[in-house]
């Protein structure tokens, strides 16, 4: 995103986050109200011009809040009320204007997605557990299109973990019908080698502690005897 965009997106709002309210100290992220995945999955359905008006809608700065980075996820695909947003009333004004001239888009993605949910009965397609939040809407297959053929709704737990892969091969691994590529393991550093010259040379060897005892005199001498005329 452009340096122009964050400052146009973040004036009004910069002090707190536009979904819960709080301070922002840390971890801010530029949010979209309007999800862009809505413009995504409708690409093979519009002609190039409607595709590009809607995409320019939704990419702008109209569309955008500063909020928190675990606020920005947990919401992920969901369509917040502009009305509950914690956002000035110019800002919420042009949130209005975008959702309006967006809508029909809208309602033909959130009926999308109760289809994929009514079909998926309320479980995600990866896991199978039930779905709290809505779900994450995905591709099945990365190497297609984004037609709903090819749509499927997983869980955000899922959807965090199925990044390195496209959903349909990471359900095959959590079923166990493959299993995934062990990682190479690092080699353990091992010592630099000695010389050659130094390696032919045998070791001395260690040198034994002599231990002095005090002499004791023997039986039937006596001390004077000892000494030296």
């Known amino acids: 995103m452009s340096a122009e965009l964050k400052k146009e997106s973040t004036q009004p709002e910069a002090p707190i986050c536009a979904i819960c309210g709080k301070p922002i100290f840390s971890n801010c992220t530029i949010d979209h109200v309007i999800p862009q995945a809505i413009y995504k999955w409708h690409e093979q359905y519009l002609s190039h011009a409607e595709f590009a008006a809607l995409r320019k809608r939704i990419t702008s700065p109209r569309n955008t ?14 369509i917040v009320r502009i009305a509950g ?4 009333r110019t800002k919420r004004g042009k949130l209005h204007q975008t959702y309006t001239a967006v809508e029909p888009y809208i309602e033909a993605f959130l009926k999308r997605k109760d289809e994929l949910r009514e079909r998926q009965q ?6 199978g557990k039930p779905l709290r939040d809505g779900g994450v809407l995905r591709r099945i297959d990365d190497t297609l ?12 737990r899922c959807n965090c973990r199925v990044r390195s892969h496209d959903v349909k091969t990471y359900r095959l691994i959590r079923i166990g019908a ?13 010592p630099p080698a ?17 231990r002095h005892r ?6 039937g001498v006596t001390a004077a005897s000892q000494t030296t005329p």
């Open 65 to 78: 809040v500063r909020t928190h980075r675990h606020c920005n996820e947990r919401k992920e695909e969901s």
């Open 85 to 88: 947003l914690h956002v000035s």
């Open 122 to 127: 309320n479980c995600c397609y990866v896991c």
């Open 145 to 156: 299109d984004r037609v709903w053929e090819n749509a499927c709704l997983i869980c955000h």
């Open 178 to 190: 493959i299993h995934p590529v062990p990682k190479k393991a690092k080699a353990a550093p091992q």
């Open 194 to 210: 000695e010389p050659a010259a130094a390696a032919s040379v045998p070791a001395a060897p260690a040198k034994r502690r002599r």
């Open 214 to 219: 005090h002499r004791r005199p023997k039986k």
